[in-house]
C-alpha cells in the first residue's frame, strides 16, 4: 500500500480564528479514512487545503511524494486529487450525462491504464451512470434533478474524474435518496478498485462501519489521530 498523501503541520487561519491548527496526517494508499468532530472543526477547511481551494497559512502538503502545496486546484484534479462539496455543485442546464462528462475532461492528460472500468470514456461513463444510479435520468437537465439526485450527479461528475484520492464532504447530509446502505457500497466498490477516500462526517456512526480508520478534528486540531 504505502502512503498516498502526507499533510504536515498544517494551519489556517482566517484573521484570528484558527480552522485548521497544526495538523498531521498520513493517508494510506488505497484506504478509506473517515474524518470526524462537530460543526465548525476544521473538516471542510482541511478539505479546503488538500484539494487546492484554500492555500494553507503554513506547513505543507504532499501528494505521491512531490509537495504541491502550491498547486492549483486544477493542477491537483489532474494529479489524481477530487474533492465534493457539502451543498450540491453541477451545471443546472447541462444534461445528467453532459454534467458527468464534464468530469473526464479534467482527468484527460492521465494514463489510459488508471481507468477504473470499461475500454473508453462513453462506457466509463455509462459505468458510473449505472453505480450512481443516475442512468434513467441521464437526458435530464440537471437543474430538474432533486436535490438528492444532485449529490448523486455531483459525486458522479467526481468518480468521472478518474481520481486516485476522493475527498468526500458530508456525502450522507441533507438527503435519503442516497441512502446510507448504497453510498456504502459504492465507496467500497470504488475503494476496491483502489481508489484512496477520506470521508467527512460529523455523525461518527454513519462512516464507522465503512472506514479503515477514524481520525477525529475539534477546535481545528486532530484529538485522535490514525497513527
Ligand atoms: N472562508 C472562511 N472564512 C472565515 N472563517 C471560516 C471560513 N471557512 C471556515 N471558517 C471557520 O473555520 C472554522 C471551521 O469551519 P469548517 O472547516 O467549515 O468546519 P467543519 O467542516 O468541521 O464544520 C469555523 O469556525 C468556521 O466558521
Ligand atoms: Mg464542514
Same mark, same amino acid.
Given at each position: 500500500?504505502?502512503?498516498?498523501?502526507?499533510?504536515?503541520?498544517?494551519?489556517?487561519?482566517? %484573521?484570528?480564528?484558527?480552522?485548521?491548527?497544526?495538523?498531521?496526517?498520513?493517508?494510506?494508499?488505497?484506504?478509506?479514512?473517515?474524518?470526524?468532530?462537530?460543526?465548525?472543526?476544521?473538516?471542510?477547511?482541511?478539505?479546503?487545503?488538500?484539494?487546492?481551494?484554500?492555500?494553507?497559512?503554513?506547513?505543507?502538503?504532499?501528494?505521491?511524494?512531490?509537495?504541491?502545496?502550491?498547486?492549483?486546484?486544477?493542477?491537483?484534479?489532474?494529479?489524481?486529487?477530487?474533492?465534493?462539496?457539502?451543498?450540491?455543485?453541477?451545471?443546472?442546464?447541462?444534461?445528467?450525462?453532459?454534467?458527468?462528462?464534464?468530469?473526464?475532461?479534467?482527468?484527460?492528460?492521465?494514463?489510459?491504464?488508471?481507468?477504473?472500468?470499461? %475500454?473508453?470514456?462513453?462506457?466509463?461513463?455509462?459505468?458510473?451512470?449505472?453505480?450512481?444510479?443516475?442512468?434513467?435520468?441521464?437526458?435530464?437537465?440537471?437543474?430538474?434533478?432533486?436535490?438528492?439526485?444532485?449529490?448523486?450527479?455531483?459525486?458522479?461528475?467526481?468518480?468521472?474524474?478518474?481520481?486516485?484520492?476522493?475527498?468526500?464532504?458530508?456525502?450522507?447530509?441533507?438527503?435519503?435518496?442516497?441512502?446510507?446502505?448504497?453510498?456504502?457500497?459504492?465507496?467500497?466498490?470504488?475503494?476496491?478498485?483502489?481508489?484512496?477516500?477520506?470521508?467527512?462526517?460529523?455523525?461518527?456512526?454513519?462512516?464507522?462501519?465503512?472506514?479503515?480508520?477514524?481520525?477525529?478534528?475539534?477546535?481545528?486540531?486532530?484529538?485522535?489521530?490514525?497513527?
Amino acid at each position: 500500500m504505502g502512503k498516498i498523501a502526507r499533510l504536515e503541520n498544517l494551519n489556517k487561519h482566517f %484573521d484570528g480564528l484558527r480552522a485548521v491548527k497544526e495538523v498531521d496526517m498520513t493517508i494510506e494508499r488505497g484506504s478509506v479514512t473517515g474524518l470526524v468532530g462537530p460543526n465548525g472543526a476544521g473538516k471542510t477547511t482541511l478539505f479546503n487545503l488538500i484539494s487546492g481551494f484554500l492555500p494553507p497559512s503554513t506547513g505543507s502538503i504532499y501528494f505521491e511524494g512531490r509537495e504541491i502545496t502550491d498547486w492549483s486546484v486544477s493542477r491537483r484534479v489532474k494529479a489524481g486529487i477530487t474533492r465534493t462539496f457539502q451543498g450540491s455543485r453541477v451545471f443546472s442546464g447541462l444534461s445528467v450525462r453532459e454534467n458527468v462528462v464534464t468530469g473526464t475532461y479534467s482527468a484527460k492528460n492521465r494514463e489510459a491504464s488508471e481507468e477504473p472500468v470499461g %475500454d473508453g470514456i462513453g462506457s466509463r461513463i455509462d459505468w458510473i451512470l449505472k453505480v450512481t444510479k443516475l442512468r434513467k435520468y441521464e437526458e435530464f437537465l440537471a437543474r430538474h434533478l432533486s436535490y438528492g439526485y444532485k449529490r448523486r450527479l455531483e459525486l458522479a461528475i467526481a468518480i468521472a474524474t478518474n481520481p486516485k484520492l476522493l475527498l468526500l464532504d458530508e456525502p450522507f447530509s441533507g438527503t435519503n435518496t442516497f441512502d446510507l446502505q448504497e453510498l456504502t457500497g459504492l465507496i467500497k466498490l470504488l475503494s476496491h478498485k483502489g481508489l484512496t477516500v477520506v470521508l467527512v462526517e460529523h455523525d461518527l456512526g454513519s462512516v464507522a462501519s465503512l472506514a479503515d480508520n477514524l481520525v477525529h478534528m475539534d477546535g481545528g486540531k486532530v484529538t485522535i489521530p490514525n497513527e
